[in-house]
């Protein structure tokens, strides 16, 4: 409905230009953004507005620039006769390019008397070029950028609005791949749909721009990927590989000349060019400069592979042949849980791995910041656009062209069984994230409940079950594959916690240090029986001793976690920088009684350095030996002395500090890395 109803505008916005009065002074609302409001349609987005400036308003308006002798960037602008278009397109220039060291050029034909005398009166710190009938605007660019002092250099013009931290966004995916030579921006139209996600070529060849009046929100919009050729003037250039390619030649139109040059700058010198959502910037579609439906022409099929009749195919055709569609419950926030930070590493190697990573959040919430680093990571996030529906919608587009699902958690991989019904060559990994049947039958035992030991029952059957269909089944620990492996699950391999050591200067003593510290998501119910053990039956043992003060870190204290706060208990709840309590506090503690798979928060103290004082179901499935590397206990009684016993010995609390380190080697991500490889390639 929505590719019809696309079609249908590009119609309209034909119609549009004879129906439109051409008033210069006019901002009604364009023809298209009418036609979809009448039609009812609830996504329709927000217009963004172009304040029309008298004249009044424009020559109060003044401008300076900073004229730095090593510019990062070259900005050449190609000025209009529109004095408002280039006063508000100046001002976002101001607010987008913040912290970059840039050298401004106007670029503009002989004769604009009135630009070039508010120049010369309201504006400092900009070079400008001429161009003329004979000194053509190509030719202008290709001499503006041969003088230009910057590294890299963008073709601008002043119908547009600069959004956000625009430029540094650019720059910053040249730091990513020293094969990288051209980044573009997404550019909207004042409408708020989109103008351009990025061009792509077609089934005969056009080069077209991929999204043209879409909703700019839509997820196939909004990640990092590579693109066969870019329109230009909204794309960030390395000058040195502009100047090898020859500059832009001579052609009837700068975006037909900038795709050409775009082409032979990949063949050429086998550059990347790079497609960044974050990157925004808002082009004029007025009455007074309609915006032009997207335009097209025919490129050169020689050294191009043959195009699919799907536009999103077409866009899609440089990602990676191998594609992996990650399923979970939400965007992995990494900081809040250690099931989240597994899986945010996981992505991260499995996109270094050579795959087009596609993350489902189950519950369709795009949560910042997690989303904006996904996609900075090359990820694409399929959220719920514009609700659940629409993001399974979407998820069923993209099934033919997927090789792997992984898949976390029982009840997820019960729920989207269905996808290898629609696409039976999908491989299914089956990632426990802890065997859930493990823990509710520990906990049930504990507690003496039969309801919990009726719902381990079911988890198992479950579990079970779906292993068996599974072409991978996934669990963190050995212990925990064992199991699997004595229920006739053989297809099993162990992927565990990823943790890597962290870099502390000036690591604090044991005598600069204070405290007991624990951390995690009050959200899993072993944590708050965990805290609630220690602080009401152990630490009275120990504070009989002396008065050392506790910490409970971690995401969402549950009112029976607040209520254990008082003078020596401190309940911060979520902090986002850990780092000053794991370097303040001498021991980390984690009384757990129950529990499966491996213990995050056990490799995260690892990684600080810091000594451990924990029960042997915390230590499960790390290697960790007692007096070694940890100190472990399971009565109250034995715990308290342990806690006791390092808080006070410093040879102790050096030795297990010391041997942390060596623990983590099988939990780096290099190593994680070269083990998620071996399993893939087998898989294949």
């Avoid at 890299?152 to 931290?165: E, N, R, S």
């Avoid at 099934?399 to 629609?422: G, T, Y």
């Avoid at 008065?547 to 009112?559: F, I, M, N, Q, R």
């Amino acid at each position: 409905m929505l590719q019809l109803l696309t079609i249908g505008l590009y119609i309209l916005g034909l119609i549009g230009k004879l129906l439109v009065p051409s008033n210069p002074t006019s901002h009604c609302l364009p023809l298209k953004s009418k036609i979809m409001r009448f039609l009812g349609h609830r996504f329709y987005p927000k217009k963004h507005g172009f304040p029309l400036l008298s004249a009044e308003k424009i020559s109060e308006k003044r401008f300076q620039f900073a004229v730095p002798k090593n510019p990062q960037v070259t900005l050449l602008v190609l000025c209009s006769d529109s004095l408002s278009d280039l006063v508000n397109f100046l001002e976002s220039l101001e607010r987008s390019c913040k912290g970059v060291e840039k050298e401004l050029i106007l670029i503009m034909e002989e004769g604009n008397e009135e630009v070039v005398q508010y120049m010369m009166k309201n504006i400092e710190g900009v070079s400008v070029r001429y161009s003329s009938y004979q000194n053509g605007i190509r030719e202008s660019i290709n001499l503006a950028v041969s003088e230009a002092k910057g590294e890299y250099f963008t073709i601008l013009k002043p119908a547009v609005l600069l959004q956000g931290d625009w430029l540094q966004v650019l720059l910053t995916e040249f730091d990513k791949d020293q094969n990288i030579g051209m980044v573009s921006a997404k550019v909207l139209s004042s409408d708020g749909l989109l103008y351009e996600a990025g061009s792509f070529i077609d089934f005969d060849f056009q080069v077209k721009s991929y999204g043209n009046s879409d909703f700019p929100e839509r997820p196939k919009y909004n990640f990092i990927r590579e693109l066969e050729c870019a329109s230009g003037w909204h794309s960030l250039i390395r000058k040195s590989d502009f100047e090898q390619v020859g500059g832009i030649e001579m052609d009837e139109s700068l975006s037909k000349s900038f795709s050409k040059f775009s082409l032979a700058f990949r063949q050429k010198l086998g550059k990347k060019i790079v497609y960044t959502p974050q990157a925004e910037m808002i082009k004029l579609d007025s009455p007074r400069q309609m915006v032009e439906l997207s335009e097209s022409w025919e490129v050169q099929k020689e050294g191009l592979s043959a195009r699919s009749s799907s536009s999103d195919a077409n866009a899609r055709k440089l990602l990676s042949p191998k594609s992996m569609l990650f399923i979970d419950i939400g965007l992995p926030e990494y900081d809040r849980d250690s099931g989240s930070l597994r899986a945010f590493y996981l992505l991260k190697l499995l996109k270094e791995l050579g795959n087009h990573v596609i993350i489902v959040p189950r519950k369709g919430i795009a949560a910042s910041p997690y989303h904006e680093e996904l996609i900075n990571l090359g990820i694409e996030v399929l959220y719920g656009f514009p609700d659940r529906k629409g993001m399974f919608k979407e998820l069923k587009s993209l099934l033919p062209s997927i090789d792997f699902a992984w898949i976390c958690r029982p009840q997820l991989n019960s729920e989207f069984e269905w996808i290898f019904k629609v696409n039976p060559r999908i491989k299914w990994i089956f990632d426990t994230i802890d065997l859930h049947y493990v823990r509710l039958e520990r906990e049930a035992e504990l507690f003496g409940n039969k309801r919990l030991m009726r719902k381990s029952s079911r988890f198992k059957r479950l579990e079970l079950a779906i292993a068996s269909k599974a072409d991978l089944t996934l669990t963190v620990t050995e212990d925990e594959k064992g199991l699997l492996n004595d229920k006739g699950i053989k297809n099993v391999a162990v992927i565990p916690n990823v943790h890597e050591p962290h870099q502390i200067r000036d690591y604090p003593s044991f005598a600069e240090r204070k405290g007991l510290l624990f951390i995690g998501s009050y959200h899993h119910p072993p944590n708050i029986d965990a805290v609630k053990w220690w602080i009401e039956e152990i630490m009275p043992i120990v504070w009989a001793k002396f008065k050392v003060p506790v910490t409970l870190l971690g995401d969402a204290p549950s009112k029976e976690v607040k209520a254990l706060e008082n003078e020596l208990v401190k309940v911060p709840g979520y902090v986002r920088d850990i780092d000053p309590y794991f370097t303040s506090h001498r021991v980390f503690v984690a009384p757990l009684r129950y529990g499966a798979g491996m213990k995050g928060k056990i490799g995260q103290s690892l990684a600080y350095k810091l000594p451990i004082v924990t029960t042997g179901i915390g230590a499960e499935g790390v290697g960790l030996t007692h007096g070694l590397d940890v100190l472990i206990a399971d009565d109250k009684e034995t715990f308290a002395q342990q806690i006791i016993n390092v808080y006070q010995d410093e040879q102790l609390w050096e030795t297990l500090a010391s041997n942390s380190q060596q623990v983590l080697a099988s939990y780096s991500p290099s190593h994680i890395k070269g083990k998620l490889q071996v399993l893939l390639e087998r898989m294949v």
